[in-house]
């Protein structure tokens, strides 16, 4: 899940690859606008560091089948460079795979190509949207160095992803029934008197944030912390990742819910 979220806002594209991982590796550690340095490209919510490290085989195989999965996905989602590692048994070596947006390589475009620019990509997959075309110039670089290109808007192949990510060996198959429409969708919902915005999807993801979303027709973009859903008995749980919570929610007038938090404080929900 993202962990040490900035203030700045994720790139669309961004948002989509935090949230398919989210859907299926809850527990990979994520970093999208973490980064707080001037002049970076975590701050202005155009890259992903995927915290897998090479030198353990289980992450590394799982960091090659997904670095695989984003090459065969580029025509959708039309990421710019992707860094990473490789691991002998002894010795890292470093490479990235460029692919557009001025990004290049001697061994071309969705190839591997060695990479000695930075060597502090052992433990993660760097992903980015960085268009070298709109770069900024002067006092704007070090707070706004690039801005969102049209692929860094780009969304839709969220649910690709993750049914790609739930073919891989190992992984633990899709939910076998999905949400009921009476709680797909946004909420905000009452616990201890405060007010906390909440997203369910179809698929079994959730999320919260304490800001309620300017669009009540999206999921959350940054949300503060996500979860999984499923049905039991009629009613739907939820338990979060970062809190462990689990809480239980009943249905309402179809605008609002009733719920338990770990089954001994009371929510309540309505529709918006």
Known sequence: MRRNLGSREQSPAIDEIARAIEAVFPNITLLTTNNVSPASRHTVGLAIDIMLNVTTARERSLAHSMIDIFVSRHREMLWSDLIYSDYDGQAISYFHIPARAGYGGPR???SRNPYLADTRHGDHIHLDYVDWSLKTIGPEFQTNPYRWSDAACTTGFRETLISDFRRLPG???????????WIVGRWQVIWRGDT???????????GYTHTRPANSQQSLRSPQDTGGAWVVGGNVRVQWNATGSLETFQRGD????SGWWNDRERLSAVRF
Not at 171 to 181: F, G
Not at 196 to 206: D, K, L, N, T, V
């Open 108 to 110: 071309g475009m969705l």
């Open 254 to 257: 179809g605008n609002t819910l």
């Open 171 to 181: 992984v633990a198959p899709a939910p076998q029934s999905a949400l009921p429409s």
């Open 196 to 206: 906390y915005y909440y997203f369910f999807e179809a698929s079994g993801a959730a």
